[in-house]
């Protein structure tokens, strides 16, 4: 429904506050004090002030401003040039007072949206401030159980490190001894084993001066050793006189004494009994494999594990494993005497309550790290934002998954 604009009080487009400044009995001056001109000058559709201060409610003056009262509503500013275009920009439709249009005063219809909306944010606002205290509320109460529970630690923390530093002193005392005992079983075993291996040698040199004092006189000459070319010094291939002289200490012969204490530490990693399998020759591409070796069930085997396991034995057989080893294999410690044995277990049993010690004692001081730094944290002036400690949230798009956590360090 159409309806004829709503007639002003002159001076039209003036606003309430600046009507001391329109007086119909007086010379109106330019706001900007430029110019004084008479008062029937004003809103007579002619520009006369730089400002446009003489025609609020004309659109005579292009940087003037026409007043919307918009009773009921927002009163507002448009500019000059709008007034009577014929579109309705005051809801009030004061500025299209002369050019026809027909508008609607809808200022009271907006007016009343326009206090709905006020009412549902004061709402909002009003819900906000209750959460908002609810969670100072809660924050000044989780800071005071914070607070309690990091005194509490840090008293467990003071006991948790005298039991640690006990049983320290417990665990060095009692590994001592087991250090001692395990020590000495560890001496005994490897002189043990000394002992063994100089025998071994002791046995292994009787055995090739025997072999090599071919006229069995108890005595080795420099001439029995010249069939053992591997003993050769100059890589020529044979064992001269006068290498055999040079290991024999420079002399012509030596006896079994003399041959186990000098010579044969010189010559034990060349030398080789006669005894000894030689070695098969090398398979060539396109050859057969060595001959078969019947096994003890009877059956042939053309795989390489009957006649390497057969060498081997040949070898253990000919004295070549090493002293302290069975069958190629390192020998091991044997097991701790009883006596070793319960100081071993008795140092287990003081280093584990020691560790469990150890390890509560880093929790505790793990949480008190954790505390410090919780109630160190700036959660606003009343502690309003705690909530949010530790919350993540994730927002995943077609590619991507991202992830927002509040207040980490």
């Not at 507002?76 to 026809?100: A, K, L």
């Not at 019947?294 to 006649?307: L, V």
């Not at 140092?347 to 929790?363: I, P, T």
Request: glycine share 6%; net charge negative.
């Amino acid at each position: 429904m159409g309806c004829r604009a709503v007639e002003v009080k002159s001076p039209r487009g003036v606003s309430l506050s600046n009507r001391v400044f329109y007086d119909e009995t007086k010379p109106f001056t330019c706001l900007d004090g430029s110019k004084v001109i008479p008062f029937d000058q004003v809103n007579d559709d002619y520009c006369d002030c730089k400002d446009g201060s003489d025609e609020p409610g004309t659109s005579a003056c292009s940087n003037g401003n026409f007043h919307c009262t918009n009773a009921g509503y927002r009163p507002i500013y448009i500019p000059s040039s709008r007034v009577n275009d014929g579109i309705c920009d005051c809801c009030d439709t004061t500025d299209e007072y002369n050019s026809g249009a027909h508008c609607q005063n809808t200022c009271r219809e907006m007016g009343r949206k326009e206090r709905e909306e006020l009412q549902k944010k004061a709402e909002m606002a009003r819900e906000g401030m209750l959460l908002k205290q609810k969670y100072i509320e809660e924050s000044q109460k989780g800071r005071e159980e914070k607070q309690a529970r990091l005194q509490e630690l840090v008293e467990k923390r003071q006991s948790a490190q005298s039991e640690v530093d006990s049983l320290r002193a417990k665990k060095e005392e009692a590994e001592k001894p087991e250090k001692e005992a395990k020590d000495v079983h560890k001496k005994e075993w490897e002189d043990r084993r000394e002992a063994e291996k100089a025998a071994f040698e002791k046995k292994r040199s009787l055995e090739a001066f025997t072999e090599m004092d071919e006229d069995s006189d108890g005595i080795l000459s420099a001439q029995e050793l010249l069939s053992h070319s591997e003993l050769d010094s100059n890589g020529d291939g044979s064992l001269s006189d006068q290498e055999a002289q040079e290991l024999l200490l420079g002399s012509q012969s030596v006896d079994v004494s003399t041959f186990q204490d000098s010579v044969w530490p010189q010559i034990k990693e060349k030398y080789k009994s006669k005894s000894e399998a030689p070695s098969p020759p090398p398979i060539e591409e396109g050859t057969e494999s060595h001959p078969e070796i019947p096994h003890e069930d009877g059956d042939d085997d053309d795989g390489e594990d009957g006649g390497d396991d057969e060498d081997d034995d040949d070898l253990d057989e000919d004295h070549s494993t090493a002293p302290g080893k069975s069958q190629g294999e390192e020998s091991e410690m044997p097991p701790y005497d009883d006596t070793t044995q319960k100081l071993i277990d008795a140092a287990e049993a003081v280093r584990n309550d020691y560790e469990s010690a150890s390890k509560s004692l880093k929790e505790i001081e793990d949480t008190i790290r954790n505390l410090e730094k919780e109630i160190s944290l700036d959660f606003g002036p009343q502690g309003e934002f705690s909530y949010l400690y530790g919350q993540c949230y994730e927002l995943s798009t077609s590619e991507y998954i991202y992830r927002l956590c509040h207040l980490t360090v």
